[in-house]
T-cell receptor, first 113, second 111 residues
Framework: EDKVVQSPLSLVVHEGDTVTLNCSYE??????LLWYKQEKKAPTFLFML????IEKKSGRLSSILDKKELFSILNITATQTGDSAIYLC?????????????FGKGTKLSVKP | EAQVTQNPRYLITVTGKKLTVTCSQN?????MSWYRQDPGLGLRQIYY???????DKGDVPEGYKVSRKEKRNFPLILESPSPNQTSLYFC??????????FGSGTRLTVV
């Protein structure tokens, strides 16, 4: 059964800290791994990772995928209070649903001033 | 602006009273999906649609129906809502390059 496991489930840091969020997965037919940020309502897209070892960056956020060890990390440097959110990792597979997103339970990040 | 629009944003209803949550996207996406989000359980797929008139069950379809008569619309129907369907619901559509785009969510309470 395809699944996504995120760790930690919650994390409290202070502004300026660097955090690393983890996502491990098991999948039959891997297509892509996606990261989302969810603040008050709808998840918003951060990154889509398809190839191993290629870092995606957007400002203070970066992510990388290891398809051999079946995990991805999301790094946030110099955290700000506005980074407080739930970060979701999701797997896009080639299974019968032709593109079903399988979500992890998320990591709740709280950044204190 | 490219978006997925859900309505209503909030809904309180009574057990057994049929309701429909609408979802519309303006990106000409073929793939659309409904999720529910519950504390400790994350986002779980209810139904999805790969194109007009093509729908299939996700992980938690019991108690829900969907239809896809037009490409842009994908309503979620609860024929006889029950309290265990109290949840936060998201509609999403999928493009090729950027994964899913989510609607703003519908907070449903069934009393």
């Amino acid at each position: 059964e395809d699944k996504v496991v995120q760790s930690p489930l919650s994390l409290v840091v202070h502004e300026g800290d660097t955090v690393t969020l983890n996502c491990s997965y098991e999948v039959t037919n891997f297509r892509s791994l996606l990261w989302y940020k969810q603040e008050k309502k709808a998840p918003t897209f951060l990154f889509m990772l398809t190839s191993s070892g290629i870092e995606k960056k957007s400002g203070r956020l970066s992510s990388i995928l290891d398809k051999k060890e079946l995990f991805s990390i999301l790094n946030i440097t110099a955290t700000q209070t506005g980074d407080s959110a739930i970060y979701l990792c999701a797997l896009l597979n080639y299974g019968g649903s032709q593109g079903n997103l399988i979500f992890g339970k998320g990591t709740k990040l709280s950044v204190k001033p | 602006e490219a978006q997925v629009t859900q309505n209503p944003r909030y809904l309180i209803t009574v057990t057994g009273k049929k309701l429909t949550v609408t979802c519309s996207q303006n990106m000409n996406h073929e793939y659309m999906s409904w999720y529910r989000q519950d504390p400790g359980l994350g986002l779980r797929q209810i139904y999805y649609s790969m194109n007009v008139e093509v729908t299939d069950k996700g992980d938690v379809p019991e108690g829900y129906k969907v239809s896809r008569k037009e490409k842009r619309n994908f309503p979620l129907i609860l024929e006889s809502p029950s309290p265990n369907q109290t949840s936060l619901y998201f509609c999403a559509s999928r493009g090729q390059a950027y994964g899913y785009t989510f609607g703003s969510g519908t907070r449903l309470t069934v009393v």
